[in-house]
């Protein structure tokens, strides 16, 4: 079946440092993706989308890379602060619906 | 900026009673959304609804689930009859229009079936 999962459970990086989490999709008709954020006992807090006829986008701080060939999405993270620990998750959408696929998370911690 | 609230924030209820989960979309958005999330687990599409009825739902909205948008403003989620594994936190989300645009999610309800 079609799945969004993520490569890495946990990720710890320093106060500062740049942060990288991954996700990988299965699904070729997906043509929407979308970070989200979720802190602990709170929703899912968008960070930033793509489209698949975009392969980065970049906003404050972060930045999304798609890669279609591999079907293979990335959001780095620039600077990283203590604000940023939580779990982050990818979340699909597929051109024959409106209903979003999510991956199973990746809990950030930063280490100050 | 305008935000999805939902309420209660906690529930609890006896296995067989029926809850009411309630949410106020962002007022001109045009497309609301059920999601729920068990604990240590992904989030999971429920029910999607728009134009006052279910336009997509998942396996899990089986027939002991509801949707209802009974005045302007409310979305609600009932369930009718909870089971233990209905435990879980139940996120109402919702678009402003269809398709490829972000979803704004509440804060979620923290259902525990006892």
């Known amino acids: 079946g079609e799945s969004v999962g993520l490569h890495l459970p946990t990720l710890s990086v320093q106060e500062g440092d740049n942060s990288i989490i991954n996700c990988a999709y299965s699904?070729?008709?997906?043509?929407?993706f979308i970070w989200y954020k979720q802190e602990s006992g709170k929703g899912p807090q968008f960070i930033i989308d793509?489209?698949?006829?975009?392969d980065k986008r970049q906003g404050q701080r972060v930045t999304v890379l798609l890669n279609k060939t591999v079907k293979h999405l990335s959001l780095q993270i620039a600077a990283t602060q203590p604000g940023d620990s939580a779990v982050y998750f990818c979340a699909e959408i597929q051109n024959t619906g409106n209903q979003f696929y999510f991956g199973t998370g990746t809990s950030l911690t930063v280490i100050p | 900026e305008p935000e999805v609230t939902q309420t209660p924030s906690h529930q609890v209820t006896q296995m067989g009673q029926e809850v009411i989960l309630r949410c106020v979309p962002i007022?001109?958005?045009?497309?609301f959304y059920w999601y729920r999330q068990i604990l240590g687990q992904k989030v999971e599409f429920l029910v999607s609804f728009y134009n006052n009825e279910i336009s997509e739902k998942s396996e899990i909205f089986d027939d002991q689930f509801s949707v209802e948008r009974p005045d302007g403003s409310n979305f609600t989620l009932k369930i009718r009859s909870t089971k233990l594994e209905d435990s879980a936190m139940y996120f109402c989300?919702?678009?402003?229009?269809?398709?490829?645009?972000?979803?704004?999610f509440g804060s979620g309800t923290q259902l525990s079936v006892l």
């Open positions: 989300a919702s678009q402003e229009w269809d398709g490829n645009e972000k979803l704004f």
């Open positions: 699904n070729s008709a997906s043509d929407y």
């Open positions: 793509i489209r698949s006829n975009m």
């Open positions: 007022s001109n958005h045009l497309y």
